[in-house]
């Protein structure tokens, strides 16, 4: 007796159940030209950020340093010097050494990653974060009260000179934060840092890139 395959066919197969990854065009087979651009475009919005950063920060020292806050914008935005010992929103104050060490980890991290980016939105996104965390890693080293202690500085401040509204931020942390929802963004629409799409494919659309239909189930017989 013949033996009877138990193997559906591809339409048979529940909705959604299979997950696939696809090459964006032109992405994921950028040839070596291309690859070396996506790491110029990188590095090149991470040393923006980064000396953005430092040359703002240090005319904010120079400038802010004593002086009541300077109203911008019709009270929208604030320039007021603030030495900021914590992370954002001013947490983990005693723990600067231990922000400072993160930071580190987290350039280390990006640094190894960006050879293996295919993606043009990806680079943009990571080269923010770059450039926001060496920007903040920079005060953490050099900056007093010692190294690795060393107090952020923040100057900027929106709808209230004090940062009642909005903590008060500087460059480094605005590069970081849209950098961060960029990277976000392309990640929950399936794009991947390596030029690829990830999505899940229904019944249909598996039935529709072979070349057939779906076909109908009993109920709609």
Known sequence: MAAVSTESSPSEQPESTVSERHP??????????????????????????LALDVVTKSLAVAYLAGEPPVKLLGGALYLVLFRNPGAAFSLATGLTWLLALLAIVVVGVIIWLAPKLRSTGWAVG???????ACGNLVDRIFREPAPLQGHVIDFLSVFAPDGSVWPVFNLADSGIVCGGILVVLLSLLGYDYDGTVSRRRSKQDRAEQEGGSPRPNEDES
Request: hydrophobic share 50%.
């Open 24 to 49: 964006a065009a032109g992405e994921a087979s950028r040839p070596p030209h291309n690859r070396r651009r996506l790491l110029g475009l990188l590095f090149g919005i991470a040393a923006i950020v």
């Open 126 to 132: 990571i080269g923010l974060v770059l450039g926001g």
